[in-house]
């Protein structure tokens, strides 16, 4: 291969590396901004600082229409390193549960979960359940539920209303464990969907 | 002048090291079975995952509205509905059709037939639907996608392919490839090799720096959480409450395992301790915590970016025979 195209090459490669150790670096403050960590809570504005330089760096600052912040975007999904590598880092939060109660006209009520069918799609489920439980936004978990929901009257649409139940799954430590404690769920969110009403009314605790 | 000179002719030689094909068939092969598998365990939800509202889980088109506020650049399957609407086809009948050409380019990459058209076709399909679906999309999905990345990047098709054999026995008049063709193409199948060398190291180094800096990771407390929090909860609890004094060390082992990797992996005498490590990590997530798939692309990618030389080594020795570069 002839020196100019290995010089192609390795600037590409340049580009390549500088945006997956930027996306990581992002990530990893972003982390350390939200997260209890092993750096004080005083630092957290510091990390936050870093997250948004990173931000710059990639971009993420410009315009959505900007042409330079959509191609490397682009780019980034493309090549698979839109995202950072905190795998269950630096602490594995709780993990989220969705119930839906289903109200039939003869009184009768059934309790159903979001149904797929296999092992692989049920860790799938979960992330989404994750994703649910950690935004902020009340527009999108609303509306996360709602589809969730609206699945599930499918399968039985003779249900008069569906009652989304929202939690938090508590795990245990070794020890509590060790002595008796088990699994419990915090109440988050209720969603009740009306069928006659078309409506939505929620309640959090 | 000269040490500038010599700088250049160091980083050329760590970038274009002469590489042969075997780590590349490696990727193909274990991809080809990864993308085969992702298929299946998807064949029974791969519409009702994927389908556009009223129909699914959850909405696609949520989540490909979601996308084209990021960037309209990125793949999604709604091209191809909105392609199949034109000629009549059902959304059902597109995303069934992906289905199966997705499940085909992973049989051609096993067998090495198409390689290249294979290669991207599974890149493109993949990455399609795991953005469309990126609501229900998770690490394993990022990490196939880096791999089918460099896969239709790299010199396909490797001697151990279908493809490498037909065109072997098509050649009515077998010219033997110049050696400065054949030089350079061992020459770029070095240089992308690196480039996943490289990549992995970065991904190892990163994970194991944000577990580092939970204290969960140095008292065990989040090897545990991470055994017993559901859908990774296939082991009982009880049995894992008996081991609980090994958790603190297999969660620095971990740590150290991780961030360790960059630095020991490149090493001649570490790196095959430190790839056995890893690999039997991702084994042990995979069996404890139910991510077969995870595992397994991990496991790929690994043996891909530093095992195929350990095993060619190996070979080396028992064999006592100069080993070729490039075939």
């Given at each position: 291969m002839v020196l100019g195209k290995k010089g192609v090459y390795l600037a590409g490669l340049a580009l390549h590396l500088f945006l997956i150790i930027t996306v990581s670096s992002r990530d990893s403050f972003w982390l350390l901004s939200k997260s209890r960590t092993i750096f004080p809570e005083s630092s957290k504005n510091s990390w936050q600082r870093a997250e948004q330089i990173a931000s710059t760096a990639l971009g993420q600052r410009l315009s959505a229409s900007n042409p330079a912040r959509q191609i490397l975007t682009g780019y980034s999904h493309l090549s698979g390193i839109e995202a950072g590598y905190g795998f269950f880092a630096p602490n594995i939060p709780n993990s989220y549960k969705l119930v839906f109660e289903l109200r039939f006209p003869d009184g009768r009520v059934e309790y159903e979960l979001p149904r797929v069918s296999n092992a692989a799609s049920v860790l799938r489920v979960a992330?989404?359940?994750?994703?649910?439980?950690?935004?902020?936004?009340?527009?999108?978990?609303?509306?996360?539920?709602?589809?969730?929901?609206?699945?599930?009257?499918?399968?039985?649409?003779?249900?008069?209303?569906?009652?989304?139940?929202?939690?938090?799954?508590?795990?245990?430590?070794a020890a509590e464990f060790a002595h008796g404690k088990r699994e419990s769920y915090e109440f988050l969110y209720a969603y009740d969907f009306n069928v006659s009403e078309k409506s939505t009314e929620q309640s959090t605790p | 002048m000269k040490t500038l000179s010599a700088w250049r002719e160091r980083l050329i030689d760590f970038f274009f090291p002469a590489e042969s094909d075997t780590?590349?068939?490696?990727?193909?092969?274990?991809?080809?079975?990864?993308?085969?598998?992702?298929?299946?365990?998807?064949?029974?939800?791969?519409?009702?995952?994927?389908?556009?509202?009223?129909?699914?889980?959850?909405?696609?088109?949520?989540?490909?509205?979601?996308?084209?506020?990021?960037?309209?650049?990125?793949?999604?399957?709604?091209?191809?509905?909105?392609?199949?609407?034109?000629?009549?086809?059902?959304?059902?009948?597109?995303?069934?059709?992906?289905?199966?050409?997705?499940?085909?380019?992973?049989?051609?990459?096993?067998?090495g037939l198409a390689s290249r058209f294979a290669a991207i076709l599974a890149w493109f399909l993949h990455l399609c639907a795991a953005k469309s679906g990126g609501f229900v999309s998770y690490g394993m999905d990022n990490f196939m996608t880096i791999g089918l990345f460099y896969l239709m990047l790299s010199p396909l098709p490797d001697r151990y392919s279908l493809d490498w054999r037909l065109r072997k026995s098509q050649a009515t008049d077998p010219q033997p490839r110049s050696h400065r063709g054949s030089r350079s193409r061992s020459e770029l199948l070095g240089f992308w090799r690196r480039v996943l060398q490289l990549h992995l190291c970065l991904i190892y180094f990163f994970s194991g720096l944000t577990k580092c800096l939970g204290s969960g990771w140095w008292d065990g407390s989040n090897m545990w959480r991470a055994l017993i929090r559901p859908p990774f909860n296939i082991i009982n609890p009880e049995i894992l409450a008996g081991c609980k004094y090994l958790f603190p060390v297999v969660g620095v082992f971990i740590c150290v395992l991780e961030i360790g990797y960059p630095f020991f992996v490149w090493n001649n005498k570490t790196r095959k301790t430190w790839l056995m490590c890893i690999c039997a990590m991702h084994v042990g997530i995979g069996l404890t915590m139910g991510m077969y798939l995870f595992a397994l692309i991990m496991i790929i990618l690994n043996v891909a970016a530093f095992g195929a030389g350990l095993i060619r080594t190996e070979h080396a020795r028992i064999s006592l025979r100069p080993q070729e570069v490039i075939s």
């Open positions: 992330g989404l359940l994750d994703q649910i439980g950690r935004t902020r936004s009340e527009a999108f978990r609303q509306t996360m539920v709602k589809m969730l929901a609206d699945a599930v009257w499918r399968e039985h649409a003779d249900a008069t209303m569906i009652r989304a139940i929202f939690g938090s799954v508590i795990l245990p430590s | 780590w590349l068939a490696v990727l193909r092969i274990g991809l080809g079975l990864q993308v085969v598998l992702y298929a299946l365990s998807l064949r029974d939800d791969w519409n009702y995952l994927l389908a556009g509202t009223g129909h699914g889980l959850i909405s696609r088109n949520l989540g490909e509205a979601i996308l084209s506020l990021e960037s309209h650049l990125i793949p999604r399957l709604g091209w191809f509905v909105a392609l199949g609407t034109q000629v009549d086809l059902r959304e059902e009948t597109v995303l069934s059709v992906a289905w199966i050409c997705l499940l085909a380019s992973g049989c051609g990459l096993l067998m």
